[in-house]
Structures are given as C-alpha cells and as structure tokens.
C-alpha cells in the first residue's frame, strides 16, 4: 500500500489505504458499472452517511480562494478539494461545472505559485472531471447552458495539460481529455439504441436523432483550443526528446538494439535495460532510450514544468504517451485532423517517428494511427468537399491543411522506419507496422509532391527491392549490394503480413510510375514485371504438368496448426523460402490457394500499368504468351472471373505491339478468345473484352481472318445482333411511320424509347455490342472472302437491323461500316433489297431519316426542307429569311459570310456599312478567350468511362458517310420509290460534297478577314470563283427543293383530299343503307298489295320454271328406259 501524503503549512499528513497508480490510465476512469458505484483509483471514497445528494455550496469554496484572509491556508483549501471529489463519486453535475472549473484553475494557480501539495487532489478533481457527468434532466447536454458548461470545463482541462508546472498532473488532464474525446463525459449511461414512441408501428424508432457523444465531444473539443494546446506542448515534448538524444548520439551512448526474440503479448515482454548515459547519475530515468522504450516508466513525485523537462531527473514519455493518445483520439474527427495538420501535428509526430530507437515501442503505433487519420481525411476532403470560395481557403485546403502535401518532404523518414522494421521486426505485430508505414507512404504519394522525395530518399529503390529478392534473388537489382545480411523470416514467408506486404509494395509502385517517368525508370530496370510473371505461372510444382485450376484448398484440422509463439498464425507459413530464382517457385506454390488468386490479380492489374508503358521489356520476357496461357488455363469457374478479366485487359493493352499478332495467333489466341466469347453464362464486360481482342488481332491481318473464317467466328458475330435486335424490338415498339424526320428526332429526344427508328438519346449502349461491330469491321471489311461470308451469314441485313433500332449513339459506328462494306459491290443488290421487320422501309429511305435527324441534332435542320442559307448549305438555317445577294467583292466586307450575329436579317459578310475594326478585334479576342475557358472547363470535369465514349462517339457528323454510302447505290437508283420528302433530303445528300468543299473554302475566306489579311489578287480569285460555283449550286438546289416541296404539299393536299372523300363516300353509303332499312320497315297498302301480286303472276306467266317448283329448284329431269320391242317403246311413250 502507498500512503497519499498530503502536506499542508502545519505539517498535517492524510492517509489512503487505496493504492494510487503513478500514472492514471484511461481504463480507470469509468466510475458506474450496472448501476453499482466503482471508486475510482486516486479518488477518496465517500465517507459514510454523507448526503450525496445535497449540493456543495461551490461559491463559498470559491472564496475560500480568492478572499485575501483564506487565500494562503492551503490545508483548509485541500481539505475542501478533497471534499469535492469525495461528494462526486459518480462524476460532477453538469450545471456545476462553471464552479468546478474555477476551482481547478485556483488550485493550479497554487500548484504553479510553489505549492506542490496541491498536486494530489487536484489530480482527482481532473480524474473525475473524465468520467461521464451527472445530469438533472434528460438531454441537459445539449441545452446551451450545458453546452457552455462543458465546453468550460473543457478549456479548465486545457490549461492545466498546457501550463500544469507537475508532470503527472498533465498526465492525468491528458488522460482526462482523451477520455473526452471518446465522448465518455457526455456518455449516457445505458443509453438505448432504440426509444419508443406512441403512434409508431412497432412502438420503437432508432435513437439516432440526437448528436452522438463522440462527435459532439470532439467538436466542443476543438472550440476549446484543445487540438492547438495539445499540438504545442506535443511539439515542446518532442523538441526536447530531440535535444536529448542528439547529445547522446554526440557522447555514443545511443547503442542499444532491441535482442527480443519472442512475439509475446506487449505486457508479457521484459523491458531491455536501460543504458547508462555519459554523465547521468546511475538509477534516474534520463536517457532517451529508456523514455523511448519502457513504457513503464514514470515519475511519481516531482514539481517541474515543460521547461525543466531537459533536466536529467525528468522522463517526459508519460505525457509524451498521454499527448500521442489524445491526439489519435482527435484525428479520428476530420475537422480536427485538419487542425492538426495546420497547427504542424503531423510533422511533430513524424519527427518523434524519426528519433525512436526502438521500433518495437507502442510510441510508434500511436504515431502511425495518427498520421493515418489524418492522412485519409486530407485524402476525404480533396475527393468530396466542394471547390474552395477563395484563393485563401484554396491554399489551406490544397496546402496548408493538406497532410500529404505537407508530409511530402517526410518520405525518407518512412524509408528510414521501414527498414527498420524490416531489419529487426519479425514479430508479426513488427510486421503489421511495417505494413502499416506502407499504408502511410501511398497515401502521402497521391500528391505529386512527394514523387521527387521518392527518388531522392532510394525509397523507390528499397521497394524495388524487397518486392523482388524473395523471387529473384539477394541482389535483385544488380547493383552488387546484396541484401543478405537481412533475415528472411521478417519478409521472405507465406505469413498473411508478408503477402500483404508484395501486394501493398506492387500497388505503391504501381501508382508512382504511372505519374513519374522517372520512377518508371527505376521499375522496369529493376526484375518487378519479371516477378509479376512468374505469378501467372500455370506450373507452380514444375512436374511439367498445367496444375488445376479449381484453386482447391485443403482442409487443414486444428490440431494440425503449430502455434508456439501465440501470434495466430500457423509456424509453417512463418518459414521463409531460399532466396532466389530456385526458391521463387516454391514460394509461390507454398502460398494458399485463396490468397495466391487474390496476388494474381494484383500483379495482372500491376502489368496492366506497366507494360503499356514498357512494351518492349514485356515482350521480350514473353509475357504476352505468358498472360495467354495463363487465360486459357483458367476455367470457367466463378471465382476466377476476375483473374480471366485482368488478362483480358492486359491483352488488350498490348496485343497491337509490332508482331504480336502472328505470335498470339501461333497460339491459338483465336480460338481461346471466341471460347471466351461464345461463353454466355459470362458476364458481358468478359466477352466485349474477348471480341475486342480478336477484333484487333484481325485488324490487317489476313492469316488471322482466315483463322477466324475457320473457326466459325463470324456466325456467331451475327447472331450475337440478331439477339439483340430482337430485345430491342420490344423496347422500340412498333414504329410511328406518320411521324417526319424532325419529329422523330424531337420524339426521341422527349422519350426514351425514341420515335420511328427507335434509339433514343437517353439511353445507355452496350459495351458488348460496340465491341461486336468493331470486331466485324475489322475482321470482314476489306477482305472479299470474309465479306462473302459475312453476306451469307446475313450479316449486313443484321447490321441494318441494328441500325434502325439502336441507340442514337451506335449509329456512328454502324453506318460507317456499312459505308465500308458496300464498296465491295456484290454487297449493293443485298442492301437495296433489305427492308425493314418493323416499317417495311428501304435501305435508302432508313438513311435518309437518318440524315434528317442528324441536322436536328446538329441544329442545321431545314425549314420545310428547303435551304435558305447558300452561303453554309450545311449550317443552321432561317425560316422566311430572304435570299442572299452576291457581293460584289469577296474581300471588302469585314462580316462573315452565312452569319448574322447583329440579327438584323442580312449576312454579316453582306454588310456594306464597316464596324469598327477595334471592336471587332475585341469581340473576337473575347471569344478566342470565351472557348478556352469552356475548353478547360470541360477538360477539367472529368466524366465515368461511359460518359467519355458518348462524348467521343456524338463528336462526329454522320452525313459524309450516308452521303458516301448513297452514292455507292447510285443517285438513280436511290431515287426510284421515295416520297417527295425523301427527295428533298436526297437532293441535300447528292450535293453534300460540293457543300463540304464550299464551306472548306468559306472557312478559307473567313479566316483571312478575321486576321485582317488581303490577298493577293490570284488568291482572291481562285477563292471567288470557289465561292461563286458554290452558290450557283446551293441555289439551284434551293429552286430544285422548292419544287419538290410543292410537290410535296400537293400530294398531302391529294391524300387528304383522297382521305376527307373516302370519309364522304362511307358517309353517303352509310346514308343510303339507312334510307333502304326504314322503308322496308314501312307498312303496305291493299292497293299496292293488289299490284305487287299481279306483277308476280305476271313474272310467273313469262318465266320458265313450272308451276310448283321453287324458286332455284331445278326441273325434273325425263328419265327414258330404251326397250327392244317397238310395242314397248310405244307403251312407254304413252
């Protein structure tokens, strides 16, 4: 038992049989458990029969201080402190707070004036003050006097762990604010997840409308000064930490390396002993390894400030602990780990990681948990938050408050921890740590700031290293410094943390070549792409023999796991391998089947970004072929989907290197593809990824067509559109033939089922049908035998198909190679005999909808089909706008010809009225300016791939390619059965080469008039007459289109006369059925009667028929009987 000696003026000392802890640890704080009062350790128990419930009388105690005749009886103060912490057992009510907070600011006033007996119960009012408060009602915290009464509290707390001339009572304020931080003061005791509520079904809502303690507790702890309190005494700590172990260095007394051989529990190893430094009495706890490396270490009496902390008898790694602590628990709020960046935290807590001597100390977890907050929040911030309002607040979040920019000359101190741990750490906590420092490295490497730092510090070549000499060697690099000094139990297992190591160094590596070309550099010198290959390995035992595919792990039993040193993990994986090309391949079989996929995929992605960007070194050490077999070695099972789609990718990235494709193709890369491909059960990213490959391996190639030819690679192309063909149909619907182009265009925009041609704008295309067109435009066009092929496998009636109903952006892509296909001519008599399952239109009538709808989208339609701009027949064009004049000279205007920007009606090249040229100038420049910053901004917001293959798709315009494939039917023969509408259009289609090379010239002519050049008089009459033919063809086009749009408007006049008299004759026809049922209905006279009855006898006299037949009965027919004798033929006669 320790006795608490408290030692007044009168010499009086109190005695506590409780045990008082030199440190007080957070797990002390809680003072209920159940329901149960728990004494906490340092506090007094409340002495028997006291009336906790009757409050103290705080403003008298508070005299007791300040009053000049009670101000110097420090016995009766401390008798009065100690009596406030034996009444508030269960922690301080919330409204008294104001008052407590005084009293601790008094009693330190004390403490610092030369009063160290005022040390003890002041650390039990600042114990106390961690614990959760009491309140007088619920949600008090919340109120505003609560909240201002803790946040008082917690600005009294501050100020001691700041200016507290005693150690260990800024420890305990320390403890006391992490405690905070976790938001165990204004923690409710048995708080339900869940509260009920009448009139709620079920009776219970989720108890998530208040704020939580955590985070409340850290904001209030950020209003107080906290974070910027604990930076700076965190800061003053480490400097002179600093101070220490330099002098130390300079005397060589900083010798000692950790010889701990076990992977026990941290509270199970035996601390090192201590060194005895140059000119330190021997027992004190001075030097800088026993404050870096015994955590037991601490000072149990003493009356020093910060500032004396450089003295020899003082050990600051109590509150150097106690402030890491904190700080851990402040940057896991993103507010205050910006705070922390910006009050220079992190580049403290770096410096301290850079002073430790040994790695194994818990003083370098708190530090990396630190950083790692802080680190992922910064990263948070950039990636969510919205843009910065100023220049100011761009600065401080890009810079200031940026912990990756702000750690990035700090990289050579995480190299430096790193080897280290990799020296001396074989521990698997060691190992985690290691790791850990990895994590922190590729978050700091995010900002390109840090990538120089990276090369200056080798800390690029050290990863190189290390994630290499397991497989290839002690000497990976060639640079004749062999790492075999290193023990290889700390890298070179099959242990959870080794493997988490490759995985975290490829992807490090990976991302910093890819934004450095330098570092590039130093990857692909170094054996990093031939290790990743050897990882796609498909003989893993070497017996010669593909291993299986199943990736089936064996069942181990429980008791057939060793576990000596207790860290969890099996002592067969923690074996580590010969270095070396001969120990790579055991190595890799030795690793779990599960984790051995997840590092294939790891190193297919890894290749994905590097062997683009080093072809050559990839080809040369096969791993084109490599990555083939590897993809053709994996099954169809689902847990490989992944690994067969990272192949894939890499396929693609390089399989258009010179002569890569006859080599992929000795193979059989043809064939494993289309396996791919004609695998349905597949997702549809795995089979666009197939066909893509075959489609750029058959790109100009003519043996790799053929080998597609024979493999039956082209049914299965065509019946891939068939099938969705027939599922967009019952999208689309049936077709709205009444509908004209532009208001099929307008529909489509409005619906996203689209109008008559079906595709609409809106939607989404398929990656996989794209991938498929491609193919056969790659693999067919060009080639007579594969185009032959294609025509008997109806392929082209399949991509006409598509056409009618695919998206609006597939049209593009599949008209283009229509126009490609139809130059071979035995393809024409099939496209002009298509017609269409859903409208029965022609080819040439489908096309030209579509180029209708594509000056809709182009806003260039043409008011009621006729142009009326001849200057840009292919512009925009205005309803009524009056027929442009010819100038008289081409060059004498300023304006622009086909323009009016000043709206007045007339061309702007037409004007004969000069502006002014320096506004003109200005306007231009303006513009110039105006689209840059468009540009930019466009290029700056960056879009998902789905929304860069639209862009890239809609960028073009489509009627140079029906224009092309029109004329390859021929301009006669596309006229015959088309509407006067359809003429129209075809007129503008027949003459879209001389519009295309007239506006060419156009373009010509403006430029020079916007530069304000002349030319010479030769130029400027090639141009005219350019320009000139160019209008005489626009107007007779115009003249040509007039008529057929009277054409046009009498043939609907005709059908709507021919429709408004069928309705006419259906009603005259209706009228006269009317009129024959109601006088059948009428009555009869006996007049009529007498006349009807004798014009039927009448009938009857004249007619045929006998009297007593029917009416469509026949006669009876004579029968006569032919008999030998003329007796009986006389007989029979009468």
Not at 941 to 965: C, H, V
């Amino acid at each position: 038992k320790k006795n608490w000696n408290c030692c007044s003026n009168s010499g009086n000392t109190y005695t506590d049989l409780r045990p008082v802890p030199p440190l007080i640890q957070s797990s002390a704080l809680m003072s209920q458990t159940g329901g149960e009062t728990q004494i906490l350790d340092g506090v007094e128990p409340s002495k028997a029969g006291t009336n906790l419930d009757k409050p103290l009388n705080y403003d008298k105690l508070i005299k007791l201080f300040t009053h000049p005749d009670t101000s110097a009886l420090y016995d009766r103060q401390i008798s009065q402190l100690r009596r406030v912490a034996r009444h508030n057992p269960n922690g301080f009510p919330l409204k008294s707070l104001p008052k407590i907070q005084q009293l601790i600011l008094l009693a330190l006033q004390q403490l610092n004036s030369g009063q160290p007996q005022f040390t003890k119960p002041l650390t039990s009012l600042i114990t106390l003050a961690g614990i959760p408060f009491s309140r007088d009602c619920s949600n008090e915290e919340l109120t505003p006097n609560g909240l201002k009464s803790a946040e008082s509290m917690y600005r009294a707390l501050n100020t001691v762990m700041c200016d507290a001339a005693d150690i260990n009572l800024q420890v305990a304020a320390t403890a006391a604010l992490t405690e905070v931080a976790k938001g165990k003061s204004l923690e409710k005791k048995k708080a339900p997840s869940e509260i009920k509520v009448l009139g709620v079904r079920g009776g219970t809502v989720k108890n998530d409308q208040r704020p939580k303690p955590r985070d409340l507790s850290q904001s209030m702890l950020n209003k107080s000064g906290v974070v910027d309190g604990c930076v700076n005494i965190l800061s003053r700590v480490s400097g002179v930490m600093i101070e220490r172990l330099d002098a130390m260095v300079e005397a060589g007394s900083l010798d000692y390396i950790s010889d701990e051989s076990s992977d026990e529990e941290e509270g199970e190893i035996e601390s090192p002993p201590a060194p005895v430094a140059v000119g330190v009495p021997e027992g004190s706890l001075d030097t800088a390894t026993d404050t870096l490396s015994n955590p037991s270490a601490v000072v149990e009496t003493g009356t020093l400030s910060v500032a004396s902390l450089s003295e020899p008898k003082v050990s600051p790694r109590p509150l150097l602990m106690a402030l890491l602590k904190l700080l851990s628990e402040l940057s896991e709020s993103a507010t205050n780990a910006t705070l922390i960046t910006l009050t220079g935290g992190d580049v403290a807590t770096v410096e301290i990681m850079d002073r430790l001597n040994d790695d194994r100390d818990e003083t370098l977890n708190l530090c990396v948990e630190i950083l790692w907050n802080c680190l992922e929040h910064s990263s948070n911030t950039l990636n969510h938050s919205s843009p910065a309002p100023s220049r100011a607040e761009l600065i401080k979040k890009r810079r200031k408050g940026n912990t990756m920019y702000c750690l990035g000359d700090k990289v050579g101190i995480l190299c430096k921890t790193f080897r280290n741990l990799l020296h001396r750490g074989f521990r698997n906590k060691d190992k985690e740590t290691r790791n850990e420092i990895l994590i922190l490295s590729s978050l700091i490497a995010r900002n390109k700031r840090s990538h120089s730092f990276f090369l200056s510090s080798s800390f690029v070549k050290v990863m190189c290293v290390y994630a290499t000499v397991a497989e290839v060697g002690t000497d990976p690099d060639g640079d004749g410094e062999e790492v075999s000094h290193v023990d290889p139990h700390n890298f070179a297992t099959v242990s959870p943390a080794d493997l988490e190591l490759k995985r975290i160094l490829w992807g490090l590596l990976s991302e910093l070549s890819r934004a450095n070309a330098d570092i590039l550099k130093v990857c692909v010198e170094s054996p990093l792409i031939e290790t990743l290959l050897m990882y796609l390995d498909t003989d893993l035992d070497g017996d010669g023999i593909p291993d299986d595919a199943m990736y089936t792990e064996p069942e181990v039993n429980e008791e057939d796991i060793v576990d000596e040193d207790g860290d969890g993990v099996d002592d067969k994986l923690q074996v580590p391998v010969t270095m070396g090309a001969a120990g790579a391949q055991s190595l890799i079989s030795r690793i779990p089947r599960t984790q051995l996929r997840v590092l294939q995929s790891q190193a297919l992605m890894v290749l994905l970004n590097l062997a683009p960007r080093a072809p050559d070194k990839f080809k040369a050490l096969g791993g084109p072929i490599v990555v083939l077999r590897f993809l053709d070695w994996c099954d169809d099972n689902p847990l490989n989907r992944e690994l067969i789609q990272g192949a894939l990718m890499l396929l693609i990235s390089v399989v258009g290197l010179p002569g890569l494709q006859e080599e992929l193709a000795q193979m059989d890369a043809i064939r494993i593809m289309l396996q791919r491909f004609n695998d349905h059960g597949s997702p549809e990213s795995l089979r666009a990824d197939a066909v893509r490959i075959i489609g750029r391996l058959c790109a100009g190639h003519e043996g790799n067509q053929e080998l597609l030819r024979k493999n039956l690679g082209i049914m299965p192309l065509v019946k891939e559109l068939e099938e969705y063909c027939k599922h967009r149909r019952i999208i689309c619907g049936k077709p709205k033939l009444s509908a004209t182009g532009q208001q099929q265009a307008e529909q489509q925009d409005d619906s996203d089922t689209g109008g008559s041609m079906g595709g609409s704008a809106k939607e989404t295309i398929s990656p996989l049908i794209v991938a498929v067109v491609d193919c056969m435009w790659s693999s067919c066009v060009g080639n007579r035998r594969s185009e032959a092929r294609l025509l008997q496998c109806e392929g082209q009636d399949a991509l006409l198909d598509l056409l009618e109903i695919c998206p609006r952006l597939m049209r593009n892509q599949i008209v283009g190679l229509l126009a490609d296909l139809v130059l071979n001519a035995k393809c024409i008599p099939y496209l002009t005999a298509w017609r269409s399952d859903r409208s029965m239109v022609s080819a040439v009538s489908l096309l030209m909808r579509l180029w209708e709808e594509e000056e809709v989208r182009m806003k260039t339609e043409r008011a009621d089909g006729v142009i009326t701009n001849l200057w840009k027949p292919l512009g925009p064009h205005v309803a009524g706008a009056p027929p442009p004049n010819r100038p008289t000279h081409y060059f004498n205007e300023f304006g622009l010809l086909g323009e009016d920007l000043d709206g007045d009606g007339i061309d702007d090249g037409l004007q004969t009225t000069q502006v002014d040229e320096t506004m003109r100038l200005g306007t231009l420049v303006a513009f110039k300016k105006l689209e840059k910053a468009l540009a930019a901004g466009a290029k700056g917001t960056g879009g998902n791939l789905e929304a860069k293959l639209k862009k890239s798709m809609a960028g073009e315009d489509m009627r140079g390619k029906i224009a092309s494939l029109i004329e390859c039917i021929g301009w006669e023969a596309a006229k015959e059965n088309l509407s006067a509408h359809e003429k129209l259009t075809l007129t503008m289609v027949q003459n879209h080469r001389i519009f295309v090379r007239a506006e060419e010239w156009m373009a010509v002519r403006d430029s020079l008039v916007c530069d304000s050049t002349k030319p010479i008089l030769a130029d400027a009459l090639l141009i005219g007459s350019h320009l000139e033919e160019a209008f005489n063809v626009a107007t007779s086009v115009a003249e040509e289109q007039g008529l057929l749009y009277k054409e046009k408007m009498q043939a609907i006049e005709n059908e709507e006369s021919n429709f408004f008299g069928s309705i006419l004759l259906q009603r005259d026809q209706e009228i006269h059925q009317l009129q024959i049922k109601k006088k059948a209905s009428m009555p009869k006279s006996l007049a009529r009667r007498k006349a009807e009855k004798e014009a039927k006898a009448a009938m009857l006299a004249k007619s045929t028929i006998r009297e007593g037949t029917t009416v469509g009965e026949a006669p009876p027919v004579e029968v006569q009987v032919m008999d030998d004798t003329v007796d009986g033929a006389e007989e029979k006669k009468e």
